[in-house]
């Protein structure tokens, strides 16, 4: 089953402002859930941002209430949600029913025979471009963080026709072999 990148679409111009660090921004990328507080979660939208999509992909995790509903409707269950409220600097404007995602499971998938891929060595980058995935490692799963780079969510084909059917915006999906490096979407590649 082909697996694809799950990205945040920049056309609808919605972006998370750069990360907070109380909420341990690496932690979550490593699939950790965030310190536990009796606050509720308030994660700030950069100043240029338009109305909040039903995902983001970049600092932070986050999806809307439907795009968590349609994730756990298809059975989605290795991610852990928590409430967060998206706001914006000096605007009374709050929007709630969003969670920032904490996903715990990664794989170590990548195929390095047809793959673009240097392996980090210890106080170096490594990198990872243009790769296939090992198919016989990822056994169908649904959605999991890519253990070579934690920052991506690979999902399957499947989950991927569910999720348009279910009409959610600023979501790209984008073919592995066609990733760039770039953490931050590619959204303007055909």
């Known amino acids: 089953m082909p697996y694809l990148i799950l990205r945040q679409d920049q056309n609808p111009n919605s972006w998370i402002a750069l990360p907070n660090d ?26 240029e941002s338009k109305e909040p999509t039903d995902f983001f992909d970049f600092p932070y995790w986050i ?22 409220t998206l706001f914006k600097f000096g605007n009374e404007t709050e929007h ?10 990664s794989l170590s998938c990548v195929d ?3 793959s673009h891929f240097k392996v980090r060595l210890p106080g170096k980058q490594g990198s990872l471009r243009n790769f296939q995935i090992d198919e016989r490692i990822v056994d169908d ?13 690979l999902i399957s084909v499947r989950l991927k026709e569910h ?23 590619s959204f303007w590649e055909s």
Do not use: H
């Not at 709630?96 to 499971?105: F, H, Q, R, T």
């Not at 799963?141 to 969510?153: A, G, S, V």
């Not at 279910?166 to 066609?178: M, S, V, W």
């Open 163 to 185: 999720l348009q059917n279910c009409g959610l915006k600023g979501i790209y999906y984008q073919e592995t072999d066609k990733y760039d490096g770039n953490p931050v979407s």
């Open 112 to 114: 390095q025979e047809k």
């Open 63 to 84: 999806v809307s209430n439907t795009m968590k509903m349609a994730l756990i409707e298809f059975g989605v269950n290795n991610i852990d949600y928590f409430p967060v």
């Open 141 to 153: 799963r649904l959605l999991f963080r890519l253990k070579e780079n934690p920052q991506l969510i």
């Open 22 to 47: 109380s909420l341990e921004f690496w932690k979550l990328i490593d699939g950790k859930a965030p310190a536990s507080s009796n606050e509720p979660l308030r994660i700030e939208l950069a100043e």
């Open 96 to 105: 709630s029913g969003y969670y920032l995602c904490s996903i715990a499971e």
